[in-house]
């Protein structure tokens, strides 16, 4: 069983800048690959970033592409979503995900999940 937590959530004005963490327990966190989820209201869950196992390989949704880096620390059990030129359509709940691969933002069977955390873009 693995538990998320995520932290660095909250309000910033539009161009403004957020780092997102997301601290793993139990598990063995080397192990799995992350990926960042975000979720507006009254829309569909969508994926936003995901990094693989080793750190080696990335993957972003094209609205967030070369703003948005996803990182992973494996000495700290933790993976960050750094957000910059933040925009109005970027308000949403952020979920981080940890599972055995989320290639093309899919997400798999057994997935952990987070609580998430509340990001508003004000324009």
């Known amino acids: 069983q693995v538990q998320l937590v995520e932290t660095g959530g909250g309000m910033v004005q539009a161009g403004g800048s957020l780092r997102l963490s997301c601290t793993a327990d139990g598990g063995t966190f080397s192990s799995y690959a992350y990926a960042w989820f975000r979720q507006a209201p009254g829309q569909e869950r969508e994926f936003v970033a995901a990094?693989?196992?080793?750190?080696?390989?990335?993957d972003y949704a094209d609205s967030v592409r070369g703003r948005f880096t996803i990182s992973r620390d494996n000495a700290h059990n933790t993976v960050y979503l750094q957000m910059s030129s933040l925009k109005f359509e970027d308000t949403a709940v952020y979920s981080c995900?940890?599972?055995?691969?989320?290639?093309?933002?899919?997400?798999?069977?057994?997935?952990?999940w987070g609580q998430g955390t509340q990001v508003t873009v004000s324009s």
């Open positions: 990094i693989s196992w080793s750190g080696a390989t990335t």
């Open positions: 995900a940890a599972g055995p691969t989320f290639r093309g933002g899919v997400i798999p069977r057994g997935t952990y």
